[in-house]
């Protein structure tokens, strides 16, 4: 029977691997083990996930901060659907997936191969910094089928600056129920983590907002952009129609575009020179944004 191995790293999406009957996987930091977990915590190599002919069993490679199941060392025992697993303190979960389980993540994992391969064909190297960053911004509405969305970046003085914008329009900007984007923005920035919502209108902490109960915004998503372990901004990108319900892999696929986006605003910050301006047309979109940005969230 396939199975599900989900890993929760700190402040980060989750990521999962689906394994299959009779595959032996290892697990840790080294790159030539079929799990590679990035983490001080895990060892080289940490922990091997096997097949027995009947079920799952964990064991710890002699790891220096250990392999723990449901509290309890590793020791060859069988994986149970729901077990919580902590490699060093890395905490994951396994369970196991029916044939048509596996297959539809399957499904999912190839659309994301797909998407990455689209990806790097949009990002000519001969763009410049704010032409990367918006076909990165129009990849991530296409991901989650939104209609508008833009980058901020957190300036040294610590207030967010608008870099580029899609889909909208400076009446859209200046209309009161944007005020909705920023509190997903907010939320985003304070905890360090993404906002992901296929229909805004259920979030306790949205929902509520008269930006979406005057139905000015239904979905949205907003992930931070990381480098190094430092916050540059976020993507956000949102709809006024609902969207599909979000998949893990989707999560994944938007960490992704935000990470590209991250690494060019830190590229073009090292660079000398002043950043050119945007496209004419969207020079007005940029500036009302900025300008109702420095009203509703004058810091962070």
Same mark, same amino acid.
Request: charged share 30%; net charge positive.
């Given at each position: 029977m396939p199975g599900k191995l989900t890993v929760f790293p700190a402040q980060r999406a989750s990521r999962f691997l689906v394994i299959r009957d009779g595959e032996s996987l290892e697990i840790g930091r080294d790159p030539q083990c079929g799990l590679v977990l990035e983490d001080s915590r895990v060892s080289k190599r940490h922990a091997r996930l096997r097949w027995t002919g009947a079920a799952w069993a964990l064991e710890d490679l002699g790891s220096r901060n250990g392999t723990i199941v449901n509290g309890e060392p590793a020791a060859g025992a069988e994986l149970r659907d729901g077990d919580a697993i902590s490699f060093g303190g890395l905490l994951a979960r396994f369970e196991r997936l029916t044939a048509a389980q596996a297959a539809n993540l399957d499904s999912e994992r190839m659309a994301w191969i797909q998407s990455s391969a689209e990806m790097? +064909? +949009?990002l000519s190297p001969d763009l410049g910094p704010l032409d990367l960053q918006l076909r990165l911004l129009e990849a991530a509405m296409e991901l &989650? +089928? &939104?209609e508008r969305g833009f980058v901020l970046v957190v300036g040294p003085d610590g207030k967010l600056r608008a870099e580029v914008a899609a889909g909208l329009s400076a009446e859209a900007v200046r209309d009161e129920r944007f005020r909705g984007s920023m509190g997903a923005v907010r939320q985003a920035l304070e905890t360090a983590g993404p906002v992901m919502l296929?229909?805004? +209108? /259920?979030d306790p902490r949205l929902g509520k907002r008269p930006s979406v109960l005057a139905r000015g915004i239904a979905s949205l998503a907003c992930? $931070?952009?990381r480098h190094e372990g430092k916050?540059?901004?976020v993507l956000y990108v949102d709809s006024r129609k609902l969207g599909p319900t979000y998949t893990q892999l989707a999560l994944?696929?938007? *960490? /992704?575009l935000a990470d590209h986006t991250a690494t060019i605003l830190a590229c073009a910050g090292r660079a000398s020179g002043p950043v050119p301006l945007p496209p /004419? $047309? *969207?020079?007005e979109v940029v500036a009302q944004l900025q300008q109702r940005i420095e009203e509703l969230? $004058? /810091?962070v």
């Open positions: 790097r +064909r +949009r &989650t +089928r &939104t296929s229909d805004v +209108r /259920a992930v $931070p952009l916050i540059l901004g994944d696929v938007l *960490e /992704a /004419a $047309p *969207e020079t969230l $004058p /810091a």
